[in-house]
């Protein structure tokens, strides 16, 4: 083949290339301004179509992230950012990429997350005090929902422990009273195979009061007798 036609193929790819390179830089400057001027939607279009042109772009995932994180997509923000940690070297671009993680993390409250990415963003640069601070606050943070998850869980378990005693308790009451009533029934009184009826129990008064007449009558027939001189005999 020859030369000078490699050259020529070569040259034109160099020529491709710069060309797509300078779209991409274009596309990433014109998505930075809209960025500032927080038209959030617009400065996205830029950033992905810079990604298609070149998609290891760490520049514009970074910048779609955080694009994406102020119109409050969290997870697909999230996502940018973990692709670019796979494919950055310079520290400082990954100190900042952590920095935004961490950011999002403590947004969503999630503070342990938060803590190991303000960690990993301050072992690539130690000097960043905004970070440092960012990691001291959601320290504070963890630890307070820590205790806070702490108090709750002894709450439920006292409150666990006083409903188990207060139906006990009630269970203990009830059994009082069924046995309380068991004692006020009425006792039934035990029939006697030798008791009378009623009619039985007239029958023994009248012959009791005849028998009292009949007495009453002999005295005075004695009494009579001892005036009158004749003592009868008693049959």
């Given at each position: 083949m020859n030369s000078k036609y490699i050259l020529s193929i070569f040259f034109l790819f160099l020529t491709i290339a710069a060309s797509a390179q300078k779209d991409e830089r274009d596309l990433i400057r014109k998505g930075n301004r809209l960025f500032n001027d927080s038209v959030f939607v617009d400065a996205e279009v830029n950033y992905r179509k810079a990604l298609e042109l070149n998609p290891g772009s760490t520049v514009s995932m970074y910048n779609l992230g955080n694009t994406l994180s102020q119109q409050q997509q969290f997870k697909e923000a999230m996502e940018q950012y973990v692709s670019a940690t796979k494919i950055e070297k310079d520290k400082k671009k990954l100190a900042h990429i952590y920095h935004n993680m961490g950011v999002i993390f403590q947004a969503g409250k999630d503070y342990e997350q938060a803590v190991q990415a303000y960690k990993m963003s301050l072992r690539n640069d130690p000097t960043d005090d905004e970070t440092r601070y960012n990691l001291a606050l959601a320290q504070k943070m963890l630890n307070d929902q820590q205790q806070n998850q702490d108090q709750n869980q002894d709450?439920?378990?006292d409150q666990n422990q006083d409903q188990q005693e207060q139906e006990q308790e009630q269970d203990q009451q009830n059994q009082n009273n069924?046995?309380?009533e068991d004692q006020q029934q009425p006792q039934q009184p035990e029939q006697?195979?030798?008791?009378?009826?009623?009619?039985?129990?007239e029958q023994l008064l009248n012959s009791v009061m005849q028998d009292e007449k009949d007495t009453q009558d002999k005295v005075q027939k004695q009494q009579q007798a001892v005036q009158g001189g004749r003592l009868e005999k008693d049959w």
């Open positions: 709450q439920n378990q069924d046995n309380k006697n195979e030798n008791e009378m009826s009623k009619e039985n129990a």
